[in-house]
């Protein structure tokens, strides 16, 4: 595999961290998959929406008066996503690196794409294999933060 010394360079710098919105699971509801997430003063729809892997016109529909005020709640798809980004300044795109025991798929769900989508943004530095190496900085979509 070939190493991109650019693209490790600028994960050590001019990135900003990125922290995922978490979500508490509805257990109440029949419906699975949907669950609570408390709203911060600097949040807006499309910026809760882009964490949660849906659109702003979804949540307006999960959430027939959508409660976008500071510290109300908001329901909204709930899974658990394990990977977080340093976003890059000015993109909507940020820096991953791969740990062992993860695959493109996984990746790829954590970060609202497909494997398909991975691939286009890291044309440099991935092989054609399903599980990349682990140390592998690979570029990601990292637009909720």
């Known amino acids: 595999m070939r190493f991109n010394n650019n693209l490790l360079l600028a994960s050590f710098f001019g990135v900003a961290s990125a922290f995922r919105r978490s979500c508490r ?63 890059i300044p000015g993109s909507e795109n940020g820096y991953y690196t791969v740990v062992d025991g993860d695959n493109l798929t996984i990746i790829a769900a954590d970060f609202c794409t497909n494997v398909k989508g991975l691939r286009l943004l890291n044309t440099d530095v991935m092989e054609n294999t399903g599980k990349p190496t682990p140390g592998t900085v690979l570029e990601v979509p990292c637009s909720w933060n």
């Open 25 to 87: 699971p509805d257990t109440t509801s029949d419906v699975t998959g949907l669950g609570f997430y408390t709203v911060l003063n600097t949040d807006t729809l499309a910026s809760i929406a882009a964490d949660f892997c849906t659109f702003a016109s979804e949540l307006q529909n999960i959430n027939l008066t959508p409660p976008i005020a500071t510290e109300n709640f908001l329901k909204v798809p709930c899974r658990a996503r394990k990977r977080d980004c340093s976003r």
